[in-house]
T-cell receptor, first 114, second 114 residues
Framework: KNQVEQSPQSLIILEGKNCTLQ??????????LRWYKQDTGRGPVSLTI?????NTKSNGRYTATLDADTKQSSLHITASQLSDSASYIC?????????????FGKGTKLSVKP | GAGVSQTPSNKVTEKGKYVELRCDPI?????LYWYRQSLGQGPEFLIY????????DSGLPNDRFFAVRPEGSVSTLKIQRTERGDSAVYLC????????????FGPGTRLTVL
């Protein structure tokens, strides 16, 4: 069964600190993996996208990694800011199935405290 | 407009009533997706349109749910005989083309069934 598991479920850190969010997936065949940021009451916004051949992608203070062999991804946030408080959702797209059927993780809720 | 818009932003209805939720995708985007997101969960796929046709409606939970996109742009998600379990945020997303292209999400419609 295609699944995307994220950990931790929630995380509280102090402003300025770094953190790493994890995503494990059992999706096959694999097309790409995205990390989305979802602010409360808003729709998700894409941070990074990685295909099978890419193992790291950066977007400002956000750096995503992908290990296609172990089917793991991480999102590292550097020098966190209060505005980083949001849910971070890992999404995997599979080839072969419906093009509309992306597999979403449940997200990690990050709270950055002053 | 610059992004995906959804109306209404909030909808409160009584059990058994009929509701319509509207999505205006980004101009020129051929693919349109509907998702349902419950509190603390990731988005759950409902239906995907390529142009005017529903390419995949396998995520619709039952025959009370229906969606249309008659002119290949605006889409309406229709829910008949609403139940309390239908309460959720309904997200719409669009992309220029299905597959690896990024999906851009709207802010969602929060549906509450009393």
């Amino acid at each position: 069964k295609n699944q995307v598991e994220q950990s931790p479920q929630s995380l509280i850190i102090l402003e300025g600190k770094n953190c790493t969010l994890q995503c494990n997936y059992t999706v096959s065949p694999f097309s790409n993996l995205r990390w989305y940021k979802q602010d409360t009451g808003r729709g998700p916004v894409s941070l990074t996208i990685m295909t099978f051949s890419e193992n790291t992608k950066s977007n400002g203070r956000y750096t995503a990694t992908l290990d296609a062999d172990t089917k793991q991804s991480s999102l590292h946030i550097t020098a966190s800011q209060l505005s980083d408080s949001a849910s971070y959702i890992c999404v995997v797209t599979s080839y072969g199935g419906s093009q509309g059927n992306l597999i979403f993780g449940k997200g990690t809720k990050l709270s950055v405290k002053p | 407009g610059a992004g995906v818009s959804q109306t209404p932003s909030n909808k409160v209805t009584e059990k058994g009533k009929y509701v319509e939720l509207r999505c205006d995708p980004i101009s020129g985007h051929t693919a349109l997706y509907w998702y349902r997101q419950s509190l603390g969960q990731g988005p759950e796929f409902l239906i995907y349109f390529q142009g005017t046709g529903a390419a995949d409606d396998s995520g619709l939970p039952n025959d009370r749910f229906f969606a249309v996109r008659p002119e290949g742009s605006v889409s309406t998600l229709k829910i008949q005989r609403t139940e309390r379990g239908d309460s959720a945020v309904y997200l719409c997303a669009s992309s220029y083309d299905p597959g690896v292209n990024e999906q851009f999400f709207g802010p969602g419609t929060r549906l509450t069934v009393l």
